[in-house]
């Protein structure tokens, strides 16, 4: 058994050992030092590459904002400070700052005036991607960073840095920043740089664990006192950077475990026969439905109320808002009474018509998926708009906007909103409901 311990480790370290492509260590410091620089060429480069990245985030185009992360240098000065800081270089540390300070100002101040001239001003989804940074960012940044120093630290570099240029995205989070200062939406300014921020901390962070698994030499003028005060100051600095992540982590989950809590009661508790749910959402102490088509009776919404809590969703309090107007699925449900009354009649006609009417019937349930993205991007968007449920009635497209108490739609935003729901949706006979 200890033998065979033994072949297994002796195994692994072949295929793990990191020294058999090892690279120089004065070269790799060196070629990390010319890299935290930043003017001349490696500026104008950085500031066409937020260029690019703006044009791919303004008109919703990953690929472009993917080539954007190839061709910028911002990498550069967030290596040097996790390799400073690991091998106590404290002077290139401090170049790596300021210019790490210079290229942030630059890029942010970019974006910034590429979105005050532009005259496309809505936030896409590739934008509003980037304004809630999570745990997943964090991980995904350290492992990123990972992959780039022990990339740097080997002779075949391969595509690995390109690869991580892509994987931590750091100029889609400063150009985010730049849309926000520049249309004063606050909210999209601060979460975008908190993500670029997640991305810096943890991509140095895994260069400066690099660096001391890898054992590189240490500084010749470091001082011992200087060096466990930095070390003091990285765990500081990660542990509180990771705060907020981990605070918006717990709420997303918990808001996905309840979303699908609601989704499921509403499914197997008032989903019915002629009855399209348009939205559901809890706010508070309420849980608000939204339905058109067969009225839902008070003894079913009563049932419904009771068995909330095997759905988790104990101090719920149901309220079912039924669309007065929505005649559109009574009516295909009444033609299906009708049409089974008429048994005694043609089968074949009946059965004809009984499938023409179910695929009828079918086709609102194409609109549940779209209607929950058009509901968080319209939130984004009009800030007073609480919910917004899309379904179909009829011959047409009904939307039912609900805004925050208290709120109003000005009638140029009102206006504004139709036109935005007719291009998402690709119809044009959309009728819009402000409750």
């Known amino acids: 058994m200890k033998e065979y311990l033994q072949r297994l480790l002796k195994t692994l370290d072949r295929y793990f050992r990191l020294t058999d492509d090892r690279e120089n260590e004065q070269e790799v410091v060196e070629q990390v030092s010319a890299g935290v620089v930043f003017r001349g060429t490696n500026l104008w480069i950085l500031m066409f590459a937020i260029l690019i990245a703006s044009l791919g985030l303004n008109v919703n185009s990953t690929a472009v904002i993917i080539g954007a992360m190839l061709v910028s240098p911002l990498m550069g000065p967030i290596i040097g400070m996790g390799l400073s800081v690991g091998i106590g270089d404290y002077e290139l540390l401090r170049r790596a700052l300021k210019n790490y300070g210079v290229a942030t100002l630059i890029s942010v101040l970019t974006a910034t005036v590429y979105f005050l001239i532009s005259p496309l001003s809505e936030a896409r989804s590739e934008l509003l991607a980037r304004t809630s940074p999570t745990l997943y960012d964090v991980l995904i940044a350290f492992c990123g960073g990972a992959a780039g120093v022990l990339a740097l630290t080997t002779k075949s570099k391969g595509q690995v840095i390109p690869g991580v240029a892509i994987a931590t995205a750091l100029m889609p989070p400063l150009c985010t920043a730049g849309y926000g200062l520049a249309t004063a939406q606050w909210n999209y300014f601060f979460g975008a740089f908190y993500l670029f921020f997640i991305n810096t901390v943890f991509i140095a962070l895994a260069t400066f664990l690099g660096v001391k698994m890898l054992r590189f030499p240490s500084a010749s003028n470091i001082q011992p006192e200087l060096a466990r005060r930095g070390r003091r100051l990285v765990t500081w600095v990660v542990v509180i950077t990771m705060i907020p992540a981990a605070v918006m982590t717990v709420n997303i989950v918990k808001k996905d475990i309840l979303e699908r809590n609601i989704k499921a009661f509403v499914d197997h508790e008032l989903a019915q026969n002629g009855t399209q749910i348009l939205a559901q959402r809890a706010e508070q102490d309420t849980l608000r439905v939204v339905a058109v088509g067969r009225t839902i009776s008070d003894d079913e919404i009563a049932e419904a109320q009771k068995a909330m ?127």
């Open 309 to 435: 809590e095997r759905y988790k969703l104990k101090g719920y309090m149901l309220a079912v808002i039924q669309g007065a107007d929505s005649k559109g699925l009574e009516s295909l449900a009444s033609q299906v009474n009708s049409i089974a009354s008429a048994a005694n009649s043609t089968n074949r006609q009946l059965a004809a018509q009984v499938a023409d009417l179910e695929g009828q019937l079918r086709t609102y349930t194409l609109y549940d998926t779209l209607a929950s993205h058009i509901d968080a991007e319209a939130q984004a968007l009009f800030p007073q708009v609480e919910y917004v449920g899309v379904g179909r009635v009829g011959t047409g497209t009904v939307a039912i906007v609900h805004l925050h108490d208290g709120g109003r739609l000005a009638n140029a935003d009102r206006r504004k909103m139709h036109r935005w729901l007719a291009a998402r949706m690709g119809e044009e006979n959309i009728e819009m409901i402000v409750k």
